[in-house]
């Protein structure tokens, strides 16, 4: 399974960027796919998810209103949009999928890219 995540950069606090990540090797139409990221010195966190029965959207508190994940099972890719950055936002975002239609856990990562919000 390859999850390859870009479209991170640098961009001024209230500014947008929207994330993409290519997926290959899984079933993507029946897999739950996400995002989470980690803030230099912090722990990794949870960002959203999205799963792919009923397509139900799950946001962390922190990004919910801003951020608006989708997915697009023709081309086995998910996105993740994100509007009104705040400098917290700032840290390497990683694209993960379950590693089973039935499963509940997050067993495979990308290696993640960089946003870096500034003030």
């Known amino acids: 399974v390859q999850l390859q995540a870009s479209g991170g950069g640098l961009v001024q606090a209230g500014g947008s960027l929207r994330l993409s990540c290519a997926a290959s090797g899984l079933t993507f139409r029946t897999s739950d796919m996400g995002w989470f990221r980690q803030a230099p010195g912090k722990e990794r966190e949870f960002v959203a998810s999205n799963r792919w029965r009923g397509d139900i ?21 998910v996105f993740l949009q994100m509007n009104s950055l705040k400098p917290e ?28 919000v500034s003030s």
């Open 57 to 77: 959207t799950v946001y962390s508190d922190s990004v919910k209103g801003r951020f608006t994940i989708s997915r697009d099972n023709a081309k086995t890719t």
């Open 89 to 116: 936002d700032t840290a390497v975002y990683y694209c993960v999928a379950k590693d089973a239609w039935y499963s509940e856990r997050w067993g495979y990562w990308g290696l993640g890219t960089l946003v870096t």
